[in-house]
């Protein structure tokens, strides 16, 4: 009678080359699509790349508009990641101010989009399946809200003026940093805004230095 691992080890094999052309497709696709953009990117250049199959694609993904919605996902993933370890580095050194705490998470959502410009570009740029300007929209508005919740309103809740002051500032940071072909010149832009939106004043703070 074979071992149990004699068994399994057969599944192992078979589960990591799955996971090996699923990550395949997915780096094969975000090259096509930078380098093409998603309207013009084909799904037989793409499994080309890969060094895969049609049928292997549409058994991992339901097709290219998917495939680029997960490395959408993927990206905001590794964003919210940065976004919050470097929220976290400075609150763990002793920083309480919300603003000071809102901007390290902003200077590294502007880090990450200058770190990976081709995908920042590329989703910005508005060449994506139809309805993911919305998406985009939607997912930056809930960063910039989840952040901006740093700063609580007397009534509770957030500061609904202060949250729309900063997430327009960062969807407007966002979309030039991004889009800029000059990687110095967008890092010195991002510096730049980063300055700007750390001099906005937080009302409630300002209310409770006066009381």
Not at 22 to 46: M, N, P, W, Y
Not at 182 to 192: H, V
Request: charged share 25%.
């Amino acid at each position: 009678m074979p071992m149990s691992s004699d068994i399994d080890e057969p599944q192992v094999r078979l589960s990591d080359r799955g996971a090996a052309t699923r990550g395949a497709l997915l780096a094969a696709a975000r090259d096509v699509f930078t380098e093409a953009g998603f309207a013009q990117a084909a799904v037989t250049d793409i499994v080309a790349k890969a060094g895969a199959s049609v049928g292997s694609l549409y058994h991992h993904f339901n097709g290219k508009a998917d495939l680029y919605l997960t490395l959408f996902e993927e990206f905001q993933v590794r964003q919210q990641e940065r976004t919050r370890d470097a929220i976290h580095a400075i609150r763990d050194a002793g920083e309480t101010d919300s603003m000071r705490l809102f901007v390290a998470g902003a200077r590294a959502y502007l880090d990450g989009c200058l770190a990976e410009r081709d995908v920042a570009k590329l989703f910005i740029s508005g060449d994506g399946p139809p309805g993911f300007d919305r998406i985009m929209r939607q997912r930056l508005n809930k960063w910039a809200r989840r952040n901006a919740g740093l700063f609580h309103a007397e009534a509770g809740g957030v500061d609904e003026p202060l949250v729309i002051v900063l997430t327009g500032a960062m969807a407007g940071a966002v979309s030039e940093v991004s889009l800029r072909d000059d990687e110095s010149a967008s890092r010195k832009l991002a510096e730049d805004i980063i300055a700007i939106i750390a001099t906005v004043q937080n009302p409630k703070a300002q209310a409770e230095d006066t009381q």
